[in-house]
Protein backbone atom coordinates (compact mmCIF):
# COMPACT_ATOMS: atom_id res chain seq x y z
CA UNK A 1 0.00 0.00 0.00
CA UNK A 2 1.21 4.17 -0.10
CA UNK A 3 2.42 5.23 2.49
CA UNK A 4 2.43 8.84 3.63
CA UNK A 5 5.58 11.12 3.56
CA UNK A 6 6.52 13.97 6.01
CA UNK A 7 3.75 16.81 4.88
CA UNK A 8 5.08 19.87 6.61
CA UNK A 9 8.51 19.33 5.12
CA UNK A 10 7.66 18.45 2.15
CA UNK A 11 6.46 21.72 -0.51
CA UNK A 12 4.76 21.11 -4.05
CA UNK A 13 4.28 23.11 -7.12
CA UNK A 14 0.91 22.87 -8.42
CA UNK A 15 1.04 20.38 -11.47
CA UNK A 16 0.65 21.35 -15.34
CA UNK A 17 -2.21 19.62 -16.63
CA UNK A 18 -2.61 19.63 -20.71
CA UNK A 19 -5.70 20.56 -21.06
CA UNK A 20 -6.31 22.81 -17.92
CA UNK A 21 -8.34 21.04 -15.61
CA UNK A 22 -11.44 22.77 -14.12
CA UNK A 23 -11.09 22.09 -10.60
CA UNK A 24 -7.69 21.24 -8.69
CA UNK A 25 -7.52 21.56 -5.59
CA UNK A 26 -3.67 20.68 -3.92
CA UNK A 27 -3.87 19.42 0.28
CA UNK A 28 -1.40 18.79 2.08
CA UNK A 29 0.54 15.85 2.42
CA UNK A 30 1.98 13.31 -0.10
CA UNK A 31 1.28 9.47 -1.23
CA UNK A 32 4.39 7.79 -1.92
CA UNK A 33 3.64 5.20 -4.43
CA UNK A 34 4.30 1.14 -3.49
CA UNK A 35 7.17 -0.16 -5.75
CA UNK A 36 4.56 -2.73 -7.28
CA UNK A 37 0.96 -2.27 -6.44
CA UNK A 38 -2.59 -3.62 -7.36
CA UNK A 39 -5.17 -1.56 -9.38
CA UNK A 40 -8.52 -2.75 -9.53
CA UNK A 41 -10.62 -1.72 -12.29
CA UNK A 42 -14.98 -2.04 -13.10
CA UNK A 43 -15.78 -3.82 -16.24
CA UNK A 44 -15.95 -0.45 -18.33
CA UNK A 45 -12.29 0.18 -17.68
CA UNK A 46 -10.74 -3.14 -18.40
CA UNK A 47 -9.11 -1.04 -22.05
CA UNK A 48 -7.48 1.87 -18.99
CA UNK A 49 -6.09 -0.81 -16.62
CA UNK A 50 -3.55 -2.53 -18.80
CA UNK A 51 -1.97 0.72 -20.03
CA UNK A 52 -1.90 2.24 -16.73
CA UNK A 53 0.09 -0.88 -15.07
CA UNK A 54 2.66 -0.61 -17.84
CA UNK A 55 2.76 2.78 -17.26
CA UNK A 56 3.41 2.56 -13.78
CA UNK A 57 5.55 0.32 -13.86
CA UNK A 58 7.67 2.25 -16.25
CA UNK A 59 7.35 5.07 -13.24
CA UNK A 60 8.53 2.51 -10.60
CA UNK A 61 10.45 -0.36 -12.12
CA UNK A 62 8.13 -3.56 -10.95
CA UNK A 63 4.89 -5.06 -12.09
CA UNK A 64 1.69 -3.66 -10.91
CA UNK A 65 -1.35 -6.35 -11.29
CA UNK A 66 -4.79 -5.75 -12.12
CA UNK A 67 -7.71 -6.86 -10.27
CA UNK A 68 -11.61 -6.71 -10.83
CA UNK A 69 -13.97 -5.18 -8.76
CA UNK A 70 -14.10 -2.58 -5.85
CA UNK A 71 -11.39 -4.12 -3.41
CA UNK A 72 -10.00 -2.37 -0.04
CA UNK A 73 -6.52 -3.32 -0.30
CA UNK A 74 -6.12 -1.67 -3.60
CA UNK A 75 -3.34 1.33 -4.81
CA UNK A 76 -5.51 2.53 -7.39
CA UNK A 77 -9.32 2.13 -8.38
CA UNK A 78 -11.03 2.97 -11.89
CA UNK A 79 -14.45 3.39 -11.49
CA UNK A 80 -17.88 4.37 -12.91
CA UNK A 81 -19.82 6.43 -11.31
CA UNK A 82 -22.91 7.62 -13.10
CA UNK A 83 -24.08 10.68 -10.78
CA UNK A 84 -21.33 12.69 -12.23
CA UNK A 85 -22.52 15.34 -14.70
CA UNK A 86 -21.93 14.65 -18.34
CA UNK A 87 -18.63 13.65 -19.55
CA UNK A 88 -17.03 14.15 -16.22
CA UNK A 89 -14.34 12.40 -13.82
CA UNK A 90 -12.82 13.14 -10.23
CA UNK A 91 -9.75 12.02 -9.50
CA UNK A 92 -8.07 11.89 -5.83
CA UNK A 93 -4.89 11.06 -4.47
CA UNK A 94 -5.22 11.35 -0.76
CA UNK A 95 -4.17 8.87 2.67
CA UNK A 96 -7.81 7.10 2.27
CA UNK A 97 -7.70 3.30 2.22
CA UNK A 98 -7.52 3.49 -1.35
CA UNK A 99 -5.31 6.23 -2.22
CA UNK A 100 -6.10 6.61 -5.99
CA UNK A 101 -9.57 6.83 -6.91
CA UNK A 102 -10.20 8.13 -10.46
CA UNK A 103 -14.06 8.14 -11.22
CA UNK A 104 -15.74 8.91 -14.50
CA UNK A 105 -19.01 9.12 -15.73
CA UNK A 106 -18.44 6.86 -18.50
CA UNK A 107 -15.81 4.80 -19.89
CA UNK A 108 -14.54 7.90 -22.07
CA UNK A 109 -14.65 10.48 -18.96
CA UNK A 110 -12.76 7.75 -17.07
CA UNK A 111 -10.20 7.63 -19.79
CA UNK A 112 -9.81 10.82 -18.85
CA UNK A 113 -9.17 10.95 -15.81
CA UNK A 114 -6.40 7.75 -16.55
CA UNK A 115 -4.64 10.15 -18.69
CA UNK A 116 -5.05 13.23 -16.28
CA UNK A 117 -2.97 10.24 -13.62
CA UNK A 118 -0.36 9.24 -16.10
CA UNK A 119 0.55 13.37 -16.66
CA UNK A 120 0.54 13.21 -12.54
CA UNK A 121 2.83 10.39 -12.76
CA UNK A 122 5.12 11.96 -15.50
CA UNK A 123 5.83 15.16 -12.89
CA UNK A 124 6.02 14.19 -9.78
CA UNK A 125 7.10 10.28 -10.22
CA UNK A 126 6.42 8.07 -7.61
CA UNK A 127 5.69 11.12 -4.87
CA UNK A 128 2.12 12.20 -5.95
CA UNK A 129 0.95 15.14 -3.55
CA UNK A 130 -2.53 14.97 -2.33
CA UNK A 131 -5.33 16.55 -4.44
CA UNK A 132 -8.94 16.67 -5.84
CA UNK A 133 -9.51 17.14 -9.81
CA UNK A 134 -12.87 17.49 -10.67
CA UNK A 135 -13.15 18.01 -14.57
CA UNK A 136 -14.80 17.71 -17.68
CA UNK A 137 -13.79 18.84 -21.08
CA UNK A 138 -14.68 21.74 -22.95
CA UNK A 139 -15.91 20.35 -25.99
CA UNK A 140 -17.46 16.96 -26.97
CA UNK A 141 -15.33 16.71 -29.60
CA UNK A 142 -11.27 17.33 -29.18
CA UNK A 143 -9.91 16.40 -32.82
CA UNK A 144 -7.13 16.67 -34.89
CA UNK A 145 -6.28 16.59 -38.19
CA UNK A 146 -3.41 14.61 -39.96
CA UNK A 147 -2.40 15.34 -43.38
CA UNK A 148 -0.92 11.98 -44.62
CA UNK A 149 -0.84 13.12 -48.55
CA UNK A 150 2.25 14.69 -48.73
CA UNK A 151 5.41 13.35 -47.96
CA UNK A 152 6.00 9.70 -46.24
CA UNK A 153 2.84 7.59 -45.15
CA UNK A 154 3.09 7.10 -41.49
CA UNK A 155 3.34 3.30 -40.19
CA UNK A 156 0.58 1.25 -38.14
CA UNK A 157 3.04 1.65 -35.41
CA UNK A 158 4.10 5.59 -35.46
CA UNK A 159 0.05 6.11 -35.65
CA UNK A 160 -0.38 4.09 -32.84
CA UNK A 161 2.27 5.82 -30.85
CA UNK A 162 0.95 9.28 -32.33
CA UNK A 163 -2.08 7.93 -31.04
CA UNK A 164 -1.69 7.32 -27.43
CA UNK A 165 0.07 10.73 -27.31
CA UNK A 166 -3.14 12.38 -28.57
CA UNK A 167 -4.69 10.06 -25.90
CA UNK A 168 -2.72 11.77 -22.77
CA UNK A 169 -3.72 15.40 -24.25
CA UNK A 170 -7.35 13.95 -23.95
CA UNK A 171 -7.87 14.55 -27.67
CA UNK A 172 -10.73 12.10 -28.91
CA UNK A 173 -10.70 11.93 -32.38
CA UNK A 174 -7.74 11.23 -35.09
CA UNK A 175 -8.74 12.33 -38.82
CA UNK A 176 -6.07 11.47 -42.00
CA UNK A 177 -6.82 13.56 -44.72
Known amino acids: MM????SAMQSVAAPVLLPQTS????????????????????????FLAEPLAAYLSDATGL???????????VDVLLTI??????HGYTLTVSHDVVPIVVEGRDAAALRDGVQTLRQLIAQY???MPCLEIADRPAYAVRSYS?????GRVPTLAWLKTW???LCLYKYNQLQLY
Not at 29 to 40: F, H, K, N, R
Request: net charge negative; charged share 25%; with cysteine.
Open 81 to 86: NPELEA
Open 125 to 127: GIA
Open 63 to 73: RWNITRGEHRD
Open 3 to 6: TETN
Open 163 to 165: IDK
Open 23 to 46: SLHLMDGIVALPIAGIISQCSESC
Open 146 to 150: LDVTR
